[in-house]
């Protein structure tokens, strides 16, 4: 049994949920969230609640994607009323991000200003070295942000690069020159 799967998602006042064929639609104040069903997880709306369930108990395929398919459902309902956030620091000296309208150029060491159009449904803020990512999609907004944190990776010497705002970078020692000479 799935503890996850098990728990039913609340639908909060402002937020429209409909099945149909194979497809959940979500709707709320921040946007509107389609996410395909996963073959073999039930799902029911029942008054003011999704109750999420499993077709076939015995079938380990099936029960394995039961929680995946609450969190997935939870996570849009969330997105849709109170929307998600995610900050990355840029860190290193001469490095810097600014906004230009939906792309975000980046000097971060190349010999050219790296160019990153952000979706749609993503909103970007700059303040000193942070740059605030805000989306009521949760996979797309970790997925940019990772995508903008691929661009220059953190690096273990000094540190400098893109890095997420609760990330810790292990740091290495350089090198020792003449210690034993």
Do not use: C
Not at 16 to 25: A, E, K, P, W
Not at 60 to 82: A, C, F, P
Not at 136 to 163: M, S, V
């Amino acid at each position: 049994m799935s503890r996850i799967g098990k728990q039913p998602v609340i639908i909060v006042e402002g937020v429209t949920v409909q099945l149909s064929d194979g497809f959940i639609n979500v709707s709320g104040k921040k946007g509107k969230l389609t996410e395909k069903l996963v073959p073999g997880v039930d799902v029911k709306i029942e008054d003011n609640k999704i109750i999420v369930s499993v077709k076939n108990p015995e079938n380990k395929q099936q029960r394995s994607k039961w929680g995946l398919q609450r969190s997935l459902i939870n996570n849009m309902v969330n997105g849709v009323t109170n929307g998600y956030e995610k900050k990355l620091e840029v860190n290193g000296v001469g490095y810097k991000a600014t906004l230009q309208g939906k792309k975000l150029v980046l000097n971060v060491g190349f010999s050219h200003p790296v160019e990153y159009n952000l979706p749609e449904t993503v909103e970007g803020l700059i303040e000193k070295n942070v740059i605030t990512l805000t989306s009521f999609d949760k996979h797309l907004l970790g997925q940019t942000a990772a995508e903008i944190r691929n661009i220059r990776k953190p690096e273990p010497y000094k540190g400098k690069g893109i890095k997420y705002s609760d990330e810790v970078i292990r740091r290495k020692a350089g090198k020792v020159a003449g210690k034993g000479a």
